[in-house]
T-cell receptor
Framework: GAVVSQHPSRVICKSGTSVKIECRSL??????MFWYRQFPKQSLMLMAT?????????EQGVEKDKFLINHASLTLSTLTVTSAHPEDSSFYIC??????????????FGDGTRLSIL | SQQGEEDPQALSIQEGENATMNCSYK?????LQWYRQNSGRGLVHLIL?????REKHSGRLRVTLDTSKKSSSLLITASRAADTASYFC??????????????FGQGTRLTINP
């Protein structure tokens, strides 16, 4: 089945550090990928929609300069949390949609990245 | 914004019993999906039901959809300890042509006691 690989699975770093998270579709091409944030015992909140070859679309309240998204190829999207602070600590999850399938098909999710800012 | 409301928020049952989770939403949908999330992991797609469908089965899973009430239910029959997880409903919404954007419910934390 379709696999999405997310790396790293866990990051612990100091406040002020920038952290890059990668999301790769391993066996399919993804023109669209999605980035979510999930706080403990809460649901997933969509942060942005990543579009291959164009600018990402951010949800209301998400700072685009804080969360930089790059989708330079059909199999890779990256999320960079710039100058991370403790309040950015969260579980970040990406998902991808197979470009070869109808757009109403399920998304495929990565295993998430646990980000802890000290 | 989260448009899905799920209940119960937490459910604890004995192994072998059936588990029912409910989801309500606010806007028109193209389809409704159910996902499972094990602790600290990503989401696994369980089942998708289209807006013109009323019921769907997949193994021990049964999903119903009532578009007049804007609600859906997920039934897991003959539960197993491995079913312990959080379950989320998600509805789609079209913002960018050709792209699908999911809006998730708050989730139900299901615990199956051996």
């Amino acid at each position: 089945g379709a696999v999405v690989s997310q790396h790293p699975s866990r990051v612990i770093c100091k406040s002020g550090t920038s952290v890059k998270i990668e999301c790769r579709s391993l066996d399919f091409q993804a023109t669209t990928m999605f980035w979510y944030r999930q706080f403990p015992k809460q649901s997933l909140m969509l942060m942005a929609t990543s579009n291959e070859g164009s600018k990402a679309t951010y949800e209301q309240g998400v700072e685009k300069d804080k969360f930089l998204i790059n989708h330079a190829s059909l199999t890779l999207s990256t999320l960079t949390v710039t100058s991370a602070h403790p309040e950015d600590s969260s579980f970040y999850i990406c998902s991808a949609r197979d470009a070869a399938l109808p757009s109403n098909q399920p998304q495929h999710f990565g295993d998430g990245t646990r980000l802890s800012i000290l | 914004s989260q448009q899905g409301e799920e209940d119960p928020q937490a459910l604890s049952i004995q192994e072998g019993e059936n588990a029912t989770m409910n989801c309500s939403y606010k806007t028109s949908i193209n389809n409704l999906q159910w996902y499972r999330q094990n602790s600290g992991r990503g989401l696994v797609h369980l089942i998708l039901i289209r807006s013109n469908e009323r019921e769907k089965h997949s193994g021990r899973l049964r999903v119903t959809l009532d578009t007049s009430k804007k609600s859906s239910s997920l039934l897991i029959t003959a539960s197993r300890a491995a079913d312990t997880a959080s379950y989320f409903c998600a509805t789609d919404s079209w913002e960018i042509q050709g792209a699908q954007k999911l809006v998730f419910g708050q989730g139900t934390r299901l615990t199956i006691n051996p």
